[in-house]
């Protein structure tokens, strides 16, 4: 064991022979590129207070993990995100990963679903199903989840517009199979700031959109207590560009806000802060997205305590899924990224997450095919049965690098957020471009790294080969759009015309005012309003957003 006087000593050797590979990894400030140092000892931790901030798990600040045993009391769910076609096609698949392991289910929309258009609408035509199912009604909604015990599984949505309508359509099929409300167990994703800042999904502007999304914290609290009312997207501001102190700091500056906008509406937060869940990334540092994810979760406990009053163990807690990125795959020697995706999913259960999906092999050319999609389960089952890792909780917990690591990226969220705060809040810094103008900055230093080949890509930038096979990939009948066309023009002339009439004018009413909107939508869907025509009726009172050009 050294002493301090030694390891002052050896820090020193470390500065004068590692002076020329430090020089040489020095990047203009513009990068933000956290850069790790070639040996951490105890002097990087030498503040470090064991007990302030690491703790136990399942205490407080949570450091090590949310719960006190993690996954030696039960393994994180086991997710593949999917949906691809017409309900029906999207259907088979997900009893198919069922049989085969998945524990929960994990909803893709196609385009026009996401920007609440039904498939009928011009602005539909060519991406009907292309990128996830297709979901006009409650006819979809029904077919999608036919035969599958909503009781037994739970389901997330990655759905932010208008996630209260298919919220509503959920809770609707739910009632009509004769399951309560109050035994439905998932996710709506429902976190529309980062659309504006990251995905560009929006349909109404900031501030009706909050709204919509306060709307659902108090309705879920009351009717859906098992229900995550929002699952906040640091993954998509990460994938947008950001390096992982912006995904961590961004995303907790949008859900600040909208903590804010439901303790002004009158909700506490012991109350509805448990439905608040998030998705991260885990990116290719290995060592880094560990870091992020004991980070995340301290600084958000201290965030829910001392800035909230928030007394509830559960409303301290971050709670998170993590998929693993699909912007870093490569199209090219898609067989690399069995590895890339497998040390990714490894980098989220060393970081405590408490579900899972990893991405297919082939998403950086095409929708996952059933083997590649099994693949990337199995590659979680791996990892849980197989690799050892589970086996105790938070095994890098420690080590200097990751608690040095750890240290460094709360310390800079934080400065992110006070900086947000200082602006007025997430709504306003959106408004003023800030976000999106660091993402985009933060984005093109790392594509620059990778065009110089300063930062390497097997099969890319470095050991690339020509003329490889791409292999036989999905793709989606390109007659879906008609089908589904179809299938929507026949379930109109069945319903009860009167009865859709009536129940949207009752939403257009209620949007005029102020009252929560939930009840009025599972009353519109009931009558199979569809998807486009609700969104009609609130974006005539509400209006859309249009982007301004900031950078």
């Given amino acids: 064991m050294f002493d301090k006087k030694e390891l002052g000593k050896i820090a020193a050797g470390q500065k004068e022979y590692g002076g020329k590979l430090e020089k040489f990894l020095q990047k203009s400030p513009e990068t933000r590129k956290i850069e790790a140092n070639r040996l951490y000892t105890p002097l990087d931790v030498a503040d470090f207070d064991y007990t302030e901030k690491t703790g136990f798990p399942g205490e407080y600040p949570f450091t090590r993990g949310i719960q006190p045993t993690m996954y030696r009391g ?59 199912v297709a979901i006009d009604s409650l006819a979809d909604m029904e077919e999608l989840f036919q035969d599958i015990p909503l009781d037994k599984v739970s ?161 301290q807690m971050l709670r998170f899924h993590v998929h693993t990125s699909g912007s870093v795959l490569t199209a090219q020697q898609v067989d690399n990224n069995v590895v890339r995706i497998a040390w990714q999913a490894i980098a989220a259960v060393l970081g405590g997450c408490q ?57 800079e969220a934080y400065e992110y957020i006070k900086k947000i705060d200082e602006m007025g809040g997430a709504v306003e810094a959106i408004e003023k471009g800030y976000m999106q103008a660091e993402i985009a900055n933060s984005g093109y230093s790392r594509q620059l790294r990778v065009e110089t080949g300063e930062q390497v890509v097997v099969g890319v930038n470095k050991f690339a080969a020509a003329g490889e096979d791409k292999g036989e990939y999905l793709t989606v009948d390109p007659l879906v759009g008609e089908r589904q066309k179809a299938k929507l023009d026949k379930m109109k002339a069945a319903r009860d015309g009167a009865a859709v009439e009536n129940s949207l004018a009752r939403l257009r009413k209620a949007a005029q005012g102020e009252d929560n909107l939930m009840p009025y939508l599972i009353e519109a869907v009931k009558t199979y309003a569809t998807l486009g025509e609700i969104c009609g009726v609130l974006r005539g009172e509400f209006g859309e957003y249009k982007p301004s050009v900031y950078f």
């Fill in 355 to 411: 579900s899972l999906a990893t991405c297919a092999k082939d998403e950086a050319v095409a929708l996952p095919t059933e083997a590649s999609a099994t693949l990337a389960l199995r590659t979680q089952q791996m990892i849980a049965y197989e690799s050892g890792i589970t086996d105790t909780v938070d095994p890098l917990g420690g080590s200097y690098y990751i608690e040095a690591l750890t240290d460094k990226i709360e310390k």
């Fill in 155 to 315: 389901t997330s949505m990655t759905i932010n517009g208008p996630a209260a309508v298919l919220l509503a359509m959920y809770a609707a099929v739910a009632e009509k199979n004769g399951l309560p409300q109050d035994q439905l167990s998932g996710t709506i994703q429902n976190d529309v700031l980062k659309e504006y800042i990251a995905r560009g999904t929006y349909i109404f502007p900031p501030r009706p959109s909050m709204r919509l999304i306060t709307n659902t914290f108090e309705y879920c609290s009351k009717y859906i207590p098992k229900w995550n009312t929002i699952s906040v997207g640091a993954y998509h501001i990460r994938e947008a560009g950001s390096d992982a102190v912006q995904e961590v700091a961004f995303a907790f500056s949008n859900a600040i806000a909208y903590i804010e906008a439901a303790v002004k509406a009158g909700q506490k937060v012991d109350d509805f802060a448990p439905g608040i869940s998030w998705i991260f990334t885990a990116d290719l540092d290995l060592c880094k997205e560990v870091a992020k994810f004991r980070a995340a979760r301290r600084l958000w406990a201290k965030i829910m305590k001392e800035r909230f009053g928030a007394k509830a163990a559960k409303a």
């Fill in 74 to 132: 039960r393994f994180w769910t086991m997710r593949q995100y999917s949906g691809f076609a017409t309900a029906e096609e999207t259907n088979a698949r997900y009893k198919y990963l069922l049989k085969n392991g998945v524990m929960g289910l994990s909803v893709a929309m196609d385009l026009p679903t996401q920007i609440g258009y039904d498939s009928d609408h011009p602005f539909a035509a060519g991406e009907v199903g292309k990128v996830g």
